[in-house]
């Protein structure tokens, strides 16, 4: 009912695609430096991922829906037993490198609408985090709840030869915005949701190039990259090597 604009669904056809989508589960298995996943200690697969509890709201940064324990940045934590002496010079070592890197790295986030100017948040210039502020659910990745984001990758500066710009004028202020895709405001019909987008699930990265949902990053360097400029946040070339490491096990 949403971008596909499709007929009604019964409840019957709903529960079945529901109930097929949610027994799917995929992850890397094998990793070309730190090879099997689950070798050593690790947690990587899907068989580990199919094992992970989830629920709408878990780990939300307002406290978790179900149990209301507050929001631990500490998102991932498949490769922990990688953190010892025995994985230095295996690949493994980079791996936990980067998953802790991914978990407490300070990045000041500002200019992002969906946070930055939303009063839930108190409208506020700055907001420490980290990767895990906007990946929250546990062991995956994605946002535990729906929070669609305008990182500013739609933004005309960024506009390619081969992407439209649309201009679209806020009735209520008159405020003009250009932008290469409207994102959720297709859906919601709202100004504020010009160019925002829900964050993917992590799990499968290695497989899914170009990144982004408008292929902006064509490899992980580049989303790495991306973020970094973005946010000023300050990775030396050994942790950004750390983090992709990390990212292309999931």
Known sequence: MGHAQGAPLSDAQRESIVGFETNLFFAQVLDNGAKSLTAAGGRGGPENVARQPFYVGINDLFGDAQTGAPFSPIVFTLFDAWNAPAASGTGRDAVARGQALFNTKPIQIRNVSGINDEAVFGNPETVPGTCTTCHDSPNLGNHSVKAPLDLGLTDAERQTPDMPLYTFRSFATGAIKKTTDPGRALISGHFKDIGRFKGPV?????????????????????????????????????????????????
């Open 202 to 250: 992590l799990r499968g990265l290695a497989a899914r190039a170009p990144y982004f949902h408008n292929g902006f990053a064509a490899t992980l360097d580049d989303a790495v990259r991306f973020y970094d400029e973005r946010f000023a946040i300050g990775f030396t070339a050994a942790e950004k090597a750390d983090l992709v490491a990390f990212l292309k096990t999931l």
